[in-house]
């Protein structure tokens, strides 16, 4: 039996990947002719992050699936204290890198390589600490853990229901949101050219 928080983890793992990429991507196009949309799309993509991956998947990694893969693996104890330093770091730089871009719509090209290098700090730690959960703590659980921990966390990762992994309908409240980021954004999170 695989159990099913692995594959959601992994599932909000790729559409976070995804949605990192195409941020990366549109910054690198720049506003173009279309600064107000390039700005709302970016807003609303950070947005995204914090509301999904840092409200619901990163606590949901951090009291749950972390604290019993250190129980049946413990030399994973200082990986899994970097994982919670990462948590509490992106939980903060998601609004910094917010904060950034609104100075650049508002202040102009001069705040724009501040924003470009906190992105680009950002979503290096991000992708680095998506690797090493899937490549020690991912597999350790699937190995270490009991059928009685897969059913607790199997029901508290179901809860997250992520949008933008392709596999569940928005919330009627984050529609218009996730409409928007798939219309506008840059493959491979939307249709949009950025």
Do not use: C
């Amino acid at each position: 039996m695989k159990p099913r928080t692995l594959e959601i983890i992994r599932d909000e793992h790729s559409s976070m990947a995804a949605m990192l990429q195409s941020l990366r991507l549109m910054v690198k196009q720049g506003p173009g002719d279309d600064p107000k949309g390039f700005f709302e799309v970016l807003r609303a993509m950070l947005f995204y992050i914090d509301e999904f991956p840092e409200r619901l998947h990163h606590p949901k990694e951090t009291e749950l699936l972390f604290p019993r893969v250190v129980k049946a693996v413990p030399e994973l104890g200082v990986a899994v204290a970097r994982l919670d330093r990462d948590h509490e770091y992106t939980e903060q730089a998601v609004r910094d890198v917010h904060q950034m871009l609104v100075a650049w719509e508002m202040l102009g090209d001069s705040r724009r390589q501040e924003f470009q290098e906190t992105l680009t700090r950002y979503i290096n730690v991000y992708l680095a600490h998506m690797q090493l959960e899937e490549q020690e703590i991912l597999p350790a659980a699937q190995k270490h853990l009991t059928e009685a921990d897969w059913e607790e966390l199997d029901a508290a990762f179901e809860e997250n229901r992520d949008p933008l992994t392709g596999k569940y309908q928005p919330d009627p409240v984050f529609e218009q949101l996730f409409t928007r980021i798939v219309r506008d954004a840059p493959a491979p999170i939307g249709l949009g050219g950025g």
